[in-house]
């Protein structure tokens, strides 16, 4: 069992800077695939970000390409997703997911295990 507890949600302004954090319980954090999805209300959630076991491999969504950065740091059980120029249309709440398939970056939501509570994130215009 693994428990994901985000942190880093606020509000901010439209062009400015936002670092998520997902701090995971157990020991097999680092066999993970992490990632960071989102929703806004009335919407599906989607995602964001992915990040493999390693480290070595992320995907980033078109949204947020060059914008956004995923990372883990696999000593610290912890996955972060740097969020630059952020927009109104980002607002949402992000949530932390983790994957037990350790072979492919490209997952759908319905392949992820674990999930977090879920961060607010409201940027205002």
């Known amino acids: 069992q693994v428990q994901l507890v985000e942190s880093g949600g606020g509000l901010v302004q439209a062009g400015g800077s936002l670092r998520l954090s997902c701090a995971a319980s157990?020991?097999?954090?680092?066999?993970?695939?992490m990632a960071w999805f989102r929703q806004a209300p009335g919407k599906e959630r989607t995602v964001v970000a992915t990040?493999?076991?390693?480290?070595?491999?992320?995907y980033s969504a078109d949204s947020v390409k060059g914008r956004f950065t995923i990372s883990r740091d696999n000593a610290r059980n912890t996955v972060y997703l740097q969020m630059n120029s952020l927009k109104p249309e980002d607002t949402a709440i992000y949530y932390c997911?983790?994957?037990?398939?350790?072979?492919?970056?490209?997952?759908?939501?319905?392949?992820?295990?674990?999930w977090g509570q879920g961060t607010q994130v409201t940027v205002s215009s």
């Open positions: 997911a983790a994957s037990r398939i350790s072979t492919t970056v490209y997952l759908s939501r319905h392949e992820y295990d674990y």
């Open positions: 157990g020991r097999t954090f680092s066999t993970y695939t």
């Open positions: 990040i493999n076991s390693s480290g070595g491999r992320t």
